[in-house]
């Protein structure tokens, strides 16, 4: 890939060294290549992770040979994701931007926007879920359980945000009886409205610390991110799941 003076893209800030980058418009052939071989050897995912090809703003490539706009290297991003699924592989990327929802299965995480960020600190604003109420019924979304976790406000429990968004949980490797608690009662609200719409949120009382979802099938979810308080109500109004907090 090569910019406005005809230099290619050059960097050196992660671990992996010193490194340009492939202009998009070759992308697709090395997907193939790569799962082509590792077909000849037996092996056969179920899903690959395409990082950052989501997340990232379209790329523009100058080379005369190949030039590429932002919309071009969007589209053979996409081209990758559709080659994965063609696989009857699951598609994944790094965070759910809405251009590529509609090739993904899932997402590594989707993170709130935090200072200084990206990743720690606490929120800038009040974080909603608005990206929920478009997409909770076409994209799978995983959260981090613990507090601050990346992505999540330094003063918040992740996954009181997995439980308002009705995502899945992360596991870790050597969960405590409490964690699988948590993830039990994540994956159970998941199993339940995880295809359904998000079809409302609210503050409940004054601030906006207590929130509350609705999903179209008549669950609600609420939390509160000052006590750790949640509540999972059943459309017939039978409590599913709720703590009480601090
Ligand atoms: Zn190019």
Redesign the pocket.
């Known amino acids: 890939?090569?910019d406005e003076e005809g230099n290619p893209e050059y960097c050196d800030i992660w671990a992996g060294g010193p490194h340009g980058w492939l202009?998009?418009?070759?992308s697709k052939g090395y997907v193939e290549r790569n799962y082509d071989t590792l077909m000849l050897h037996g092996a056969v995912p179920d899903g690959a992770y395409l990082d950052v090809f989501a997340v990232v703003p379209g790329d523009e490539?100058?080379?005369p040979?190949?030039?590429?706009t932002r919309s071009e290297s969007l589209a053979y991003r996409a081209a990758c994701f559709e080659e994965i699924r063609s696989r009857g592989m699951i598609v994944s990327s790094e965070e759910p931007a809405d251009w590529a929802v509609p090739y993904l299965d899932l997402v590594h995480h989707a993170p709130h926007a935090l200072i200084p960020g990206p990743g720690s600190g606490p929120a800038i604003g009040v974080p909603i879920p608005l990206f929920s109420l478009v997409y909770h019924d076409a994209v799978v979304v995983p959260w981090s359980l613990e507090r601050g976790a990346w992505g999540i406000p330094e003063s918040d429990l992740g996954y009181l945000y997995g439980l308002l968004n009705a995502g899945i949980p992360y596991l870790s490797i050597q969960p405590n009886d409490v964690e699988i608690g948590i993830v039990r009662a994540l994956a159970e609200l998941h199993g339940r409205v995880g295809f359904f719409e998000m079809t409302g949120h609210m503050f409940i009382g004054s601030g906006h610390r207590r929130q509350r979802t609705e999903y179209s099938d008549g669950t609600t979810v609420e939390v509160d991110f000052n006590t750790d308080e949640y509540r999972i109500v059943a459309p017939d109004g039978t409590i599913v799941a709720e703590h009480p907090g601090k």
Do not use: P, V
Not at 23 to 26: A, N
Not at 65 to 68: I, Y
């Open positions: 890939m090569k202009c998009t418009c070759f490539c100058y080379d040979l190949h030039r590429m």
